[in-house]
């Protein structure tokens, strides 16, 4: 062999065994890697098993910084390889793993990017309040900085949430499959919440002072805009701290000395209600409109200007205190828990000596202070579990039992974009709403059981719609029908009462009724003394683009009732997509205050159409005709597409 080769030859081995020495470093660099991530995940879970509030600032530094150092490093050391994993997905067990490196490494690498900035902006101030600060200062304090880095956080987050889109979770080991799974609900959590930081500092009056009207609703009273408004209260805020807090008993809201504007006709001819006053103002079951004429009917006797309405029923409350814990409070030997909240606030309007003069009319509703002083209390301390008390408010706000109003234009945006203002949503094909208002001075909504069947035809050219509504009283007490507003001795004995409900439908402007149910009501049942006819109404919406239907019932106690509505709906329900295809589009919204309501949808499509397209999956489908059956306890979204050969 001449020197040449052989001079090639150990060459050739040299870089071979430098190759296997490299590879051997690269791995174990890369090992490295893996098992410091292992170990931080395992201190992370460990720091935040208890209150993240109260977590050693300094830890938690070394902890998201080193897991940011060690995904980059990650990324450095194998994000070339990692296109390559896709070929290699059919792989049993580690298979999907590899598949989805690049993903992997994209979601670890733009969340940890978007830690370290939030944790950089708010850190100071955590560590004020962990030396006795309050919430709210610390809130105040982070604000600025966290405002000024949002943006660029929320560019990571958008990015990690694509690339969790394309992980294949369900086919990963199970180490990796549960803590992946928990992303899916937070990242919905960081979508709602990081458009509401730019608006925040105002909002907490960091910039000018600000008031806010909050509503208490009572929907065992049901009203169009989530029950009847039985207190009202003002909260105000300046530089982030709450300054003062003040409840009061709706009625105390009137001034007479003023002129009042006629009531809606409804209230005037069912009830006999002649002035509109401030506690009847939520007639429109949009929250905006709604807001807007209890300002204008808002008159305690002193000048406000108010910044927002804040507006919840009993049951947000509960939540609510589910949520922060129990709370103590006046007049209870123990602690108040969300399953006893109800007792001890009946318990609490029942007059003592059964006079419901006097006193008691002054004091009966004094518990809504103390309830809100507590809560507020609890949740400034940083006593929760703020992602449980997150999560409340939001499924509240999506369920309209928690509803916002901000006169801050760029908020307001933000909250109608997000669909948390509790306004009607427009239309752009079909729609549905039912609208009750519980027009009889009692309290049995609560006792009320509904179910509402809503059927489409749209084999012809200007689609049929049919709507039944089926009511149960589920009150066992034989009682007379008797419209007078009275007070019983016990809260629970005014919701054994007849029901009289005038409700409404909203449906797409330009919709015909056809045919209705018809359901008199005598003069001797009418708070008035004037019959209703039992005739449905048809009118424009005053709040846009609707159609109303409206109509009256009276539903005695272990009763039962069904109404119908026929109606011809406009032929742009059904929309052509650019490929040529039929898109049936219905979009049915909850009323605020109503808890769900069981929900059948049928549609009925040309027999010679080919679907392409159902969301949400139908419950059933039998040649043209398609079914849902759903709760609605939040709005319905539902489309479907077909082709017609």
Known sequence: ????????????????????????????????TLRSLQTQMEVAQELLSGDPLKADPASLSTLLHTVRRDVLRLKRDVGWLAPLGRAFHWLPKVGPLIGDAPALLSLADNLTEAGVIFWEAASPSLAVFQQGGEIMTMVADALPQVVEVAPQAQSSVSRARVAFAALDIAAYPYQLRNPLMKLEMVFPLLED????????PSLLGLDVPRTYLVLALNEDELRPGGGFITGVGEVHISAGKLVSMTFTDSYRADDFSQPYPWAPEPLQQLMAIQPWVFRDSNWSPDFPTAVRQALALYRPGHSVTVDGVIALDQYAVQQLVAAVGPISLPGSDEPVTAETLMTYIYHAWEPEDGNFKGEWWLQHKSFMQPLAQAVIKRVQTGNVDWEILLRTCLQLVEGRHLMVYLTES???????ERGWDGSLRTPDADFLML????????????????ALAYQVD??????????TLAYTHTSEVDIACIMAPRYDAAYQQMMDRCYWNYLRLYVPQGAALTSFSRHPIPAEFMGSGQAWDGEARVTPAPEGAYTVFSQAMLLPTRSQMQLSFAYTLPA???QQTEEGASRYHLWMQKQAGLRSIPVRIVLHLPQTAVLLSVQPSPTSQTGGLLFFERDLSTDLDLEVVYRLP
Not at 193 to 200: G, H, R
């Open 458 to 467: 749209l084999t012809q050219s200007m689609p049929q719609a049919t709507v």
């Open 1 to 32: 062999m001449s020197v040449k080769r052989q001079y090639i030859k150990w060459a050739a081995l040299g870089v071979l065994l430098l190759g296997i020495v490299l590879l051997g470093v690269w791995g174990v660099g890369v090992y490295r």
């Open 410 to 416: 760029e908020a307001a945006d933000v909250l109608a």
């Open 435 to 450: 609208v009750e208002a519980n027009v009889g001075y009692n309290k049995a909504s609560t006792k009320i059981q509904r």
């Open 193 to 200: 919440v990081l458009p509401l930081v730019p608006v925040a």
């Open 572 to 574: 742009r329900v059904v």
